[in-house]
């Protein structure tokens, strides 16, 4: 996230630089420092609870009805049994729960928003007061403090005090009987209450409880808590989605559920009005797709004195620039804090915010304006960021598949909009932009980190990643099963300390084909040359799902890829993979150079700067390119800076050069080597 614990300056975001990168007039820029607790006031950061593993759900709770299915998965029958009792569809159940959490129960643990359990159950006061109240603080890469505080920054002395919506738990309670510790802990109990929430949101809106699914609209629609008719209205429809195409799972418990599909089921949508929700015209500023709730809350253009202002800049893109880059991020805060800090004008800015319980967005800055959000000016001028509400050291804080889906339609609409291809190579994390000098890597953010699932997330956008060469072919895609691939992470909470067990879409990378050999050294991270660590904002040995690399050896078990410089080897099993056979285009060094540079931006020629324009040095990064190497070629771009220093938008440049870039997948970021450095080929020669 722009401004989180992980690089809290204001100034690291729009990337000032401090090698005439970014020229700044005020000194403002270079002394701010907003981090996200001291920024907000009055919101409410939900710490995440390191809880004990949730209760077996063998029996049916008191009052239940198994289900005559014996060989069905424990979890399987309780969403049979409790859809019987409350007299509820068993397929509006199963909708709304994947919508929520994606059946899984996480452990015990809270999400975002308090939200526990398949049924995301919310009750956000025990979230919070039952958080560990410990400072900032864990092992990590740059030697600074990634974990945000988790201390709020509101008092909040009982539940009532909470909007409805963080306690839904409660009522969950007093309809069914059973303790709120067991709504938390216990699967079977909690989809109980989440069906007696829905049966009693039926009784009240006056419907009937009908065996058929599509009578179930509005109940469903209210179920997320949401404040506006659109935002509600995008969450049932995502329900029925699911209903009609069907799903299947397997959780992090190992409970394989399943919803069979129902195509022809056709809600009835005018049911939306009894919920009485405002019904907002989308504000005309916003630009987004029909098919996601999006509202329209400025990030301020403002100037404050000293020759400073904030907190982006005026473009025009994509006639002053073309867009390459949609960067996804994680807020490192609530909804409210993030959406206090987005218009604080002394602060970053980005282009949209996501909630996680509904999906519903915000935007902030129109896409034509260049956002302060990627430590990365070069990435900055040339993409659009989206923030996503979550934490990346909280592998149990999930992120919702309301979430996922609002962002991915987002994210296509506006790479069909710019012609930004949907690959690895343009939709980047925030972890994968690279830094600008050897003296800003240390610094660069690692959001949304290792437990961001971009398997789903890109089968969303309907571009999954697939085999589309054998092994000849000369590169893999990263591809582990995200379920099921859970390699070990430390620091989440306290240094040293592993994290809860989890997929992640990340392969470790080690030195030599085994276990137990050193994980590869990453020297812009670590000049002294120490090895890398399993620390979960670590990326100095890390390739992510998606990601292409050119294939370096093979042994066994075991596959090698070119990687920052060096061979670095990750188990790909053949009865289970951790990446798929891929053909494409890599770069390599031209015949005669023993190594070229590589840059951590793409900048133009001195020759090409007009007068009054500081022409910005093009600082080679401490990584090497050696002859013999090769490199997955993502883009082809020619050199360009924007000179943005000034309210007045007037006085902005564009800066193009005739020198020609390639952006390569060189290690877990991405970086630029020159063309007149290296010649393309195929990966399978």
Same mark, same amino acid.
């Given at each position: 996230?722009?401004?989180?614990?992980?690089?809290?300056?204001?100034?690291?975001?729009?990337?000032?630089?401090?090698?005439?990168?970014?020229?700044?007039?005020?000194?403002?820029?270079?002394?701010?420092?907003?981090?996200?607790?001291?920024?907000?006031?009055?919101?409410?950061?939900?710490?995440?609870?390191?809880?004990?593993?949730?209760? +077996?759900?063998?029996?049916?709770?008191?009052? !239940?009805?198994?289900?005559?299915?014996?060989?069905?998965?424990?979890?399987?029958?309780?969403?049979?049994?409790?859809?019987?009792?409350?007299?509820?569809?068993?397929?509006?159940?199963?909708?709304?729960?994947?919508?929520?959490?994606?059946?899984?129960?996480?452990?015990?643990?809270?999400?975002?928003?308090?939200?526990?359990?398949?049924?995301?159950?919310?009750?956000? *006061?025990?979230?919070?007061?039952?958080?560990?109240?410990?400072?900032?603080?864990?092992?990590?890469?740059?030697?600074?403090?990634?974990?945000?505080?988790?201390?709020?920054?509101?008092?909040?002395?009982?539940?009532?005090?909470?909007?409805?919506?963080?306690?839904?738990?409660?009522?969950?309670?007093?309809?069914?009987?059973?303790?709120?510790?067991?709504?938390?802990?216990?699967?079977?109990?909690?989809?109980?209450?989440?069906?007696?929430?829905?049966?009693?949101?039926?009784?009240?809106?006056?419907?009937?409880?009908?065996?058929?699914?599509?009578?179930?609209?509005?109940?469903?629609?209210?179920?997320?808590?949401?404040? %506006?008719?659109?935002?509600?209205?995008? *969450?049932?429809?995502?329900?029925? &989605?699911?209903?009609?195409?069907?799903?299947?799972?397997?959780? !992090?418990?190992?409970?394989?559920?399943?919803?069979?599909?129902?195509?022809?089921?056709?809600?009835?949508?005018?049911?939306?009005?009894?919920?009485?929700?405002?019904? +907002?015209?989308? &504000?005309?500023?916003?630009?987004?797709?029909?098919?996601?709730?999006?509202?329209?809350?400025?990030?301020?253009?403002?100037?404050?004195?000293?020759?400073?202002?904030?907190?982006?800049?005026?473009?025009?893109?994509?006639?002053?620039?073309?867009?390459?880059?949609?960067?996804?991020?994680?807020?490192?805060? %609530?909804?409210?804090?993030?959406?206090?800090?987005?218009?604080?004008?002394?602060?970053?800015?980005?282009?949209?915010?996501?909630? %996680?319980?509904?999906?519903?967005?915000?935007?902030?800055?129109?896409?034509?304006?260049?956002?302060?959000?990627?430590?990365?000016?070069?990435?900055?001028?040339?993409?659009?960021?989206?923030?996503?509400?979550? @934490?990346?050291?909280?592998?149990?804080?999930?992120?919702?598949?309301?979430?996922?889906?609002?962002?991915?339609?987002?994210?296509?609409?506006?790479?069909?909009?710019?012609?930004?291809? #949907?690959?690895?190579?343009?939709?980047?994390?925030?972890?994968?932009?690279?830094?600008?000098?050897? !003296?800003?890597?240390?610094?660069?953010?690692?959001?949304?980190?290792?437990?961001?699932? $971009?398997?789903?997330?890109?089968? #969303?956008?309907?571009?999954?990643?697939?085999?589309?060469?054998?092994?000849?072919?000369?590169?893999?895609?990263? +591809?582990?099963?995200?379920?099921?691939?859970?390699?070990?992470?430390?620091?989440?909470?306290?240094?040293?300390?592993?994290?809860?067990?989890?997929?992640?879409?990340?392969?470790? #990378?080690? /030195?030599?084909?085994?276990?137990?050999?050193?994980?590869?050294?990453?020297?812009?991270?670590?000049?002294?040359?120490? &090895?890398?660590?399993?620390?979960?904002?670590?990326?100095?040995?890390?390739?992510?799902?998606?990601?292409?690399?050119?294939?370096?050896?093979?042994?066994?078990?075991? /596959?090698?890829? $070119?990687? #920052?410089?060096?061979?670095?080897? @990750?188990?790909?099993?053949?009865?289970?993979? /951790?990446?798929?056979?891929?053909?494409?285009?890599?770069?390599?060094?031209?015949?005669?150079?023993?190594?070229?540079?590589?840059?951590?931006?793409?900048?133009?020629?001195?020759?090409?700067?007009?007068?009054?324009?500081?022409?910005?040095?093009?600082?080679?990064?401490?990584?090497?390119?050696?002859?013999?190497?090769?490199?997955?070629?993502?883009?082809?771009?020619?050199?360009?800076?924007?000179?943005?220093?000034? *309210?007045?938008?007037?006085?902005?440049?564009?800066?193009?050069?005739?020198?020609?870039?390639?952006?390569?997948? *060189?290690?877990?970021?991405?970086?630029?080597?020159?063309?007149?450095?290296?010649?393309?080929? +195929?990966?399978?020669?």
């Amino acid at each position: 996230m722009p401004g989180s614990a992980q690089d809290s300056t204001r100034d690291a975001d729009r990337d000032t630089g401090g090698d005439g990168d970014r020229p700044v007039p005020g000194p403002s820029r270079r002394t701010a420092l907003r981090t996200a607790g001291a920024a907000a006031s009055a919101a409410l950061l939900l710490p995440i609870v390191s809880a004990a593993p949730a209760a +077996r759900a063998d029996q049916p709770p008191s009052g !239940g009805t198994p289900s005559p299915d014996a060989s069905a998965t424990t979890l399987q029958r309780a969403f049979a049994a409790a859809a019987k009792e409350h007299r509820v569809p068993l397929s509006v159940l199963l909708g709304v729960s994947y919508l929520q959490s994606r059946w899984d129960g996480h452990r015990g643990a809270p999400s975002v928003t308090g939200g526990y359990g398949p049924m995301h159950l919310t009750d956000a *006061f025990t979230a919070l007061s039952s958080a560990p109240h410990h400072s900032q603080g864990t092992e990590d890469a740059r030697g600074d403090q990634a974990r945000p505080l988790r201390v709020p920054e509101a008092s909040v002395s009982e539940p009532r005090q909470l909007p409805a919506r963080l306690r839904t738990l409660d009522r969950a309670a007093e309809l069914t009987g059973l303790s709120a510790a067991a709504l938390r802990g216990d699967a079977a109990a909690n989809v109980r209450g989440g069906a007696a929430l829905l049966a009693a949101e039926q009784k009240r809106l006056g419907l009937s409880t009908s065996e058929d699914p599509a009578d179930w609209y509005a109940a469903v629609a209210a179920y997320c808590g949401a404040d %506006s008719a659109a935002a509600a209205a995008v *969450f049932a429809d995502d329900v029925y &989605d699911v209903i009609r195409g069907g799903a299947a799972r397997t959780t !992090g418990d190992g409970e394989r559920v399943t919803l069979d599909a129902a195509p022809d089921v056709a809600p009835d949508r005018r049911q939306l009005r009894s919920l009485g929700l405002p019904d +907002r015209k989308r &504000d005309p500023h916003v630009e987004a797709p029909d098919n996601v709730s999006c509202e329209w809350i400025p990030a301020p253009y403002e100037q404050f004195g000293d020759n400073d202002y904030g907190n982006h800049d005026l473009g025009n893109r994509p006639l002053s620039q073309s867009i390459d880059y949609i960067v996804i991020h994680d807020t490192e805060g %609530s909804w409210d804090t993030t959406i206090k800090l987005v218009q604080d004008p002394t602060y970053v800015s980005w282009q949209y915010t996501l909630r %996680s319980s509904d999906g519903h967005i915000a935007q902030h800055v129109p896409l034509k304006d260049v956002a302060w959000h990627a430590g990365n000016w070069y990435v900055n001028a040339k993409s659009i960021g989206l923030e996503h509400e979550g @934490f990346l050291t909280a592998p149990d804080a999930w992120y919702t598949e309301a979430m996922y889906r609002s962002s991915a339609r987002l994210v296509k609409w506006i790479a069909r909009r710019y012609g930004i291809p #949907l690959d690895r190579q343009h939709i980047l994390g925030h972890d994968n932009v690279p830094g600008t000098t050897a !003296g800003t890597i240390k610094g660069m953010h690692t959001d949304p980190g290792p437990y961001w699932d $971009w398997a789903h997330y890109f089968s #969303l956008l309907g571009a999954p990643f697939h085999s589309t060469a054998g092994a000849s072919g000369g590169l893999v895609t990263i +591809r582990p099963d995200y379920e099921r691939h859970e390699p070990v992470y430390t620091g989440c909470d306290q240094a040293g300390q592993e994290c809860a067990p989890h997929g992640s879409s990340a392969v470790r #990378l080690h /030195t030599a084909p085994s276990d137990d050999a050193p994980l590869v050294k990453d020297i812009g991270l670590r000049p002294d040359g120490a &090895d890398s660590t399993t620390g979960v904002n670590d990326t100095g040995a890390r390739a992510t799902t998606g990601q292409q690399f050119a294939v370096a050896g093979r042994q066994g078990d075991w /596959t090698a890829i $070119w990687y #920052l410089g060096q061979q670095a080897w @990750f188990r790909n099993p053949r009865k289970r993979p /951790t990446a798929v056979g891929a053909k494409g285009l890599v770069i390599t060094p031209k015949p005669g150079l023993a190594e070229v540079p590589v840059y951590g931006r793409a900048y133009p020629e001195k020759e090409a700067y007009p007068e009054g324009v500081p022409v910005q040095a093009v600082s080679p990064l401490p990584y090497k390119l050696l002859a013999g190497q090769r490199y997955a070629l993502g883009l082809k771009t020619q050199g360009e800076y924007l000179w943005a220093t000034t *309210f007045d938008e007037s006085g902005h440049i564009v800066v193009r050069g005739q020198e020609v870039y390639y952006q390569i997948q *060189f290690g877990h970021r991405v970086a630029f080597v020159r063309a007149a450095d290296v010649r393309v080929r +195929r990966s399978g020669r």
